[in-house]
């Protein structure tokens, strides 16, 4: 809310510090969001008078305007403005004056023709945003008066945020009264002495909704003359962000920047019937807002109706068919109070947001309405002339008592932390309008005032004392670490540790939105479709679905980097992905998934070699094995090949623990290689971590160590090219000898040699027996009989041993 | 041949010697002087025409005339042979192996320091569902029926009328349902906003929670910890700075500042001039949500606070819009490495 400066010194005595006033009202709750000086001393700008205009011999639409202003010679300066007239009295910026906007003006040439300086529009002399034209001044200065004289000196304008528990403070009145509470100054409020009206029934109001309108007075007043408001009005008006209008408008307006409460002026003749209807709407009925925009009504709304139908839209904006006329002469002012909640329902529904609305959705006080009326009402009497028709009209059918709260002294000082006096809180209470009404040796009792909306529980008094006391005397008290039991943070200590591993393991961690495309996951997780959480109101189709996988997004992420020229790139990232879970509701889990881009795995002089599908492949099993290690259950894990279409035929995996499948790895599929402009294998993989984490609690335990000595056997097996490392295992699995401790694939070759569909595995056998030393002749024996299973069941041929 | 004729030739052979620039310019000298032929016997054999009483200094001088050739020929080569590399040499200077930068996301790297610094205070780290529902989200943090961050503008409903959190605050309320007090909680996760992304505003950012609950909390407990926080985290010494606030699950509420942490308070570009930096929101736990959770408000208070990370992040890294964080350059996020 714009807050100038000036109209706060109306009501209260200000120190002088502008910086001292943004402290105050900051720390009292009122942020200032910004401070701003609306025009300057315009030092050496001053009035001119246009003495000839004619037109720019090169340009339809740029002037040569003669000026007289206040100097023996006249000049010539260009002008782009359509407003220009010979006799016009306006505002000229010389050569070395400066602006506002700290441009300083320097002689210039304008399609051939030299301007010395320049006319102003109200933007260029920081006055407002407009620019239609050049300042056309009223009255008659005489030229060479300096500009501050006519413009009037700079003015400083807070921008406060007013938070939604502090509706009385969006008005200056409300704003006044916060610093005369935090500073102890006197507030003064305007006089608004009312004439006594003509003996006369006051206007006819029917308030039939009293929940939704709580208040509602009326006052009439005749024989006003609808004209211009006074300068001083305009100018605050101005300042406060408001157009103003004309001398009505301009009060109603002029007294809710005051008050805080709006107001709405009818002109009394356009009211049909002489009367005045509060009601809610009736379903489907059709009215006119005074911005020409057309509205079906439901019975949530409450309108203002004459006797024929409504006039407004209660507390959100007038009608057009009651709006005030530049020859209205007879005018019916409303001051009421209306339901916040039905307020903000209307604005919100019919996307219709008005100052009025704005404030009657935070809530007003029903207490004040008839002072606000009759503060408008002096007003109008004044600018507008007129006389009381009649006496008021308030209907308050049920008088809001007022609010009292019971005070714990001890509560007040323990929330906050230290032992401020009773006399300090009674004198904050004081300061505020809280009147106490009773008070023992553990409190008081108090009756909070109507414009306090926000105090209705005895918690609310903390912070009022808290911010008179002032916020910054809460002292600093040293943390009291104690231990709370139950702690769960287990998984994600293991998770750290996979974050940090990755990190050591050269992958940069990225993170990508929850929110993604289904076109994406369509491409890259495919398997996920049907179970996918899809947002009803997306902001875009691309992030109109919760991510199924994080493997979509990091192929992105490969691709994005891979288009900024990037050749090798290890990723991961660590997040949550969602399904929809198959007894209804969503399913979320912690995946971890993994990408690499190019030769990163291979020493640094060997990276312009080029990656093989096998060797991309085995990159990333590798890195996935680390993990897998990392969190103890290496032995649980197999690979399966999988259909998974995401990847190229025949390069997916399934990964299973213990036969439950908990990912997938592979290299992605051509299409995607090709629309991600990679120039070689793309290897990611993700994992489901939940299931892998460790048990808690669970401890290793320190196997002996072997003493004895182990004996080799390698092998380099002659196999068809379809035999796979397992199928080796899996064969010498169905009769591994008792003292066979380890088996391990050393070489694997494909050559023209070989011919093209067969290759040569090579095995290294270790042997120990953990009591005795094993002979040759016994080691012999246990490992013919494994290499003749191997020559059958695979079948395989013995080509070299060592 | 008298000692100070050997004493000269000793210089003579010495310079000879460091102006040598080959091992086998060595050699030649090495016989010139030592060899069988060389300086060395032919001095020797000077010794029978020596006055018998001089032959001790004299022996003694052609000694030291070997001693300081030998060590002078040694030396040389040495120097010599450090020269020049060996057919087995390494070239130090290649690079490493795996030279490879990884690192963590800036975003994971605060997160993870933020909790390191409560878990030393006493705080659990507590997590909760990101899709949530109404009740945890909104009624039980006492947020009025009808207010606007409710609206479908704001926040993303699903179909079966649970929202994605718009803060991780529900996990406070989540946590407390289940444990009893005393309660001390850190609660990091994503939260999400119905915006249109800009420099600022992303639909999905990282807070996180804070809470801590027992008997006799007070604003001074608040301002003792985040004082601590606020050290440890930006900068030694920091102060703590409340402005009174509203949140609809806190009464009272303050934002919280920090003293910067570039200019140290002084005041500079980064903190405009204030000294301050915005951080975070605060305040005492409402009654209304001790209520709720089925906490007496009468027997305990608390705090709660919550921050976002992603704008710690701007600030102390000075990053210029928040997109860059979820674009995952590799040339931006290796800065963090």
Redesign the interface.
């Known amino acids: 809310m714009k807050v100038p400066l000036s109209w706060l010194q109306d009501y209260i005595d200000l120190p002088d510090s502008i910086s001292e006033l943004c402290d105050l009202l900051?720390?009292?709750?009122l942020?200032v969001e910004g401070v701003e000086t609306v025009g300057s001393d315009y030092e050496g700008i001053r009035v001119a008078e246009i003495t000839a205009v004619r037109r720019h011999p090169d340009a339809d639409k740029l002037t040569l305007c003669t000026i007289d202003f206040g100097e023996e010679e006249s000049l010539e300066v260009v002008c782009g403005a359509p407003n220009v007239r010979v006799g016009m009295k306006t505002i000229y910026a010389p050569v070395g004056s400066r602006l506002p906007n700290g441009m300083k003006l320097k002689k210039a040439k304008i399609r051939g023709v030299v301007s010395l300086g320049m006319l102003c529009a109200e933007d260029e002399l920081g006055l407002s945003e407009r620019h239609e034209g050049i300042m056309d001044l009223p009255g008659d200065p005489a030229p060479g008066t300096p500009a501050v004289e006519v413009l009037g000196q700079p003015e400083t304008v807070f921008d406060l945020e007013i938070?939604?528990?502090?509706p009385d403070c969006l008005g200056m009145i409300g704003v006044a009264r916060e610093l005369s509470a935090l500073t102890d100054r006197p507030l003064r409020l305007p006089e608004c002495p009312l004439p006594d009206s003509e003996e006369a029934p006051p206007p006819s109001v029917d308030l039939q909704d009293s929940t939704g309108c709580p208040r509602y007075t009326a006052r009439t007043i005749d024989g006003v003359t609808v004209g211009p408001s006074p300068d001083w009005m305009q100018k605050r008006l101005r300042l406060s962000g408001v157009r103003p209008i004309n001398n009505l408008v301009d009060i109603t307006n002029y007294v809710m920047l005051e008050s805080g409460q709006p107001l709405h002026a009818f002109d009394r003749d356009l009211l049909r019937g002489d009367r005045i209807v509060v009601r809610r709407a009736a379903p489907g009925e059709s009215f006119t807002t005074l911005d020409d925009r057309v509205h079906d009504l439901t019975d949530k709304d409450v309108v203002i109706a004459d006797a024929e139908g409504a006039v407004a839209l209660a507390g959100v904006m007038g009608g057009a068919n009651s709006e005030i006329q530049p020859g209205t002469s007879r005018l019916l002012l409303e001051s009421a109070c209306f339901d916040p909640?039905t307020v903000?329902?209307t604005s919100?529904r019919l996307d219709l947001h008005t100052e009025s609305s704005y404030r009657f959705a935070r809530g007003c006080d029903p207490t004040a309405s008839e002072q606000v009326s009759r503060r408008a009402a002096s007003l109008i009497l004044a600018h507008a002339g007129g006389t009381l028709s009649a006496p008021v009209a308030d209907v308050y059918p049920d008088p809001k008592p007022p609010v009292e709260l019971e005070c714990s002294w001890e509560k007040v000082t323990?929330?906050?932390?230290?032992d401020i006096p009773v006399a300090s809180m009674k004198n904050y209470f004081h300061r505020l309008g809280l009147d106490l009404i009773s008070e023992s040796d553990t409190g008081c009792r108090l009756v909070v005032p109507g414009h306090r909306l926000d105090l209705t529980?005895p918690?609310?008094l903390?912070?009022e004392v808290?911010?008179l006391h002032g916020?910054?005397r809460?002292?600093?008290?040293?943390?009291?670490?104690?231990?709370?039991h139950?702690?769960?943070?287990v998984e994600?200590r293991v998770e750290?540790r996979i974050?940090?591993h990755?990190?050591?393991?050269?992958?940069?961690?990225?993170?990508?939105?929850?929110?993604t495309s289904p076109e994406l996951l369509d491409r890259l997780d495919p398997q996920s479709k049907g179970q996918r959480?899809?947002?009803?109101?997306?902001?875009s189709q691309d992030?109109s679905v919760?991510r199924s996988s994080l493997i979509p997004q990091l192929v992105e992420?490969l691709s994005?980097?891979r288009s900024?020229q990037?050749e090798?790139?290890?990723?991961f990232e660590a997040?949550?992905v969602?399904r929809m879970g198959k007894a209804?509701?969503?399913e979320?889990t912690i995946s971890i998934a993994l990408g690499l881009m190019g030769t990163?795995r291979r020493?640094?002089?060997q990276q312009q070699t080029p990656l093989g599908d096998q060797e991309a492949f085995l990159n990333l099993k590798g890195e996935l094995e680390w993990i897998f290690q990392r969190l103890g259950c290496e032995q649980d894990i197999t690979l399966t090949p999988s259909e998974d279409p995401a990847f190229a035929p025949g390069q997916g995996a399934e990964i299973r623990l213990r036969n439950t499948v908990c990912g997938r790895m592979g290299l992605i599929c051509a299409a995607e290689r090709e629309r991600g402009k990679f120039n070689g294998p793309i290897a990611v993989g993700e994992l489901d971590l939940q299931p892998l984490f460790p048990e808690p609690g669970a401890l290793v335990r320190m196997q002996p160590i072997p003493d004895q000595p182990a004996v080799t056997r390698d092998v380099a097996l002659l196999v068809d090219m379809s035999c796979r490392h397992q199928d080796v295992l899996d064969v010498i699995a169905q009769q591994r000898p008792a003292d066979l401790e380890q088996v391990s694939l050393f070489d694997l070759f494909t050559g023209e040699k070989l011919g093209g569909n067969r290759k040569s595995m090579a095995y290294r056998f270790t042997y120990r027996n953990a009591k005795k030393t094993l002979t040759d002749k016994a080691v012999e024996k246990m490992h013919r009989r494994v290499e003749d299973r191997l020559m059958s069941e695979l079948p395989a041929e013995i080509v070299g041993r060592g | 041949m008298k000692t100070t004729e050997i004493e000269e030739l000793t210089r003579t052979a010495c310079a000879e010697i460091a102006g040598a620039e080959s091992v086998d310019r060595l050699e030649e000298i090495r016989v010139s002087y030592l060899g069988r032929k060389g300086k060395l016997p032919e001095i020797m054999s000077r010794l029978k025409e020596v006055p018998p009483g001089d032959k001790p200094a004299f022996g003694q001088a052609a000694n030291q005339f070997k001693q300081a050739v030998t060590q002078a020929l040694q030396e040389q080569k040495q120097s010599l042979q450090r020269t020049s590399a060996p057919a087995n040499a390494l070239d130090v200077t290649l690079p490493g192996t795996t030279g490879f930068v990884g690192g963590n996301h800036p975003i994971r790297q605060i997160m993870v320091r933020v909790i390191e610094i409560f878990d030393r205070i006493g705080f659990t780290v507590a997590t909760g569902p990101d899709v949530e529902t109404v009740f945890h989200n909104f009624d039980a943090l006492n947020t009025p029926a009808d207010h606007p961050s409710r609206d479908e503008q704001d926040t993303f409903y699903l179909e079966d009328g649970t929202l994605l959190r718009t803060q991780t605050s529900p996990i406070q309320i989540r946590y407390m349902q289940e444990h009893p007090p005393p309660v001390r909680i850190i609660a990091p996760g994503r939260a999400y906003r119905r915006d249109t992304p800009d420099a600022t505003h992303t639909a999905n950012f990282h807070q996180v929670e804070g809470l801590f609950v027992d008997k006799h909390v007070s604003m001074a407990d608040l301002k003792g910890d985040l004082t601590y926080f606020a050290s440890e985290v930006l900068t030694r010494d920091a102060k703590v700075r409340f402005r009174p606030h509203f949140f609809p699950f806190t009464e009272p509420s303050v934002e919280v500042d920090f003293t910067c942490h570039v200019c140290k308070g002084k005041g500079c570009r980064v903190c405009k001039n204030s000294g301050w930096i915005e951080i975070m929101g605060a305040g005492m736990v409402d009654p209304d949500v001790f209520t709720a959770v089925g906490y007496d408000p009468d027997a305990v208070s608390g705090y709660a606070f919550g921050m976002g990370l992603e704008r710690i992040a701007m600030i102390l890294y000075e990053i210029d819009d928040i997109r860059r964080l979820y674009e995952n350059d590799a040339r931006f996020l290796r800065q963090f490495a």
Request: aromatic residues 6%; positive net charge; charged residues 20%.
């Open positions: 900051t720390f009292s709750g942020e938070t939604p528990n502090r909640a903000r329902a919100k323990g929330l906050i932390g230290l529980r918690v609310d903390v912070e808290a911010r916020l910054d809460i002292p600093v008290r040293s943390p009291q670490a104690r231990i709370v139950g702690a769960k943070d994600l750290k974050w940090s990755l990190a050591d393991r050269g992958f940069l961690e990225t993170l990508t939105y929850s929110l959480v899809h947002l009803p109101n997306p902001i992030q919760l992420t994005f980097n900024r990037l090798t790139l290890a990723v997040g949550k969602f209804g509701g969503v979320e990163t020493p640094v002089l």
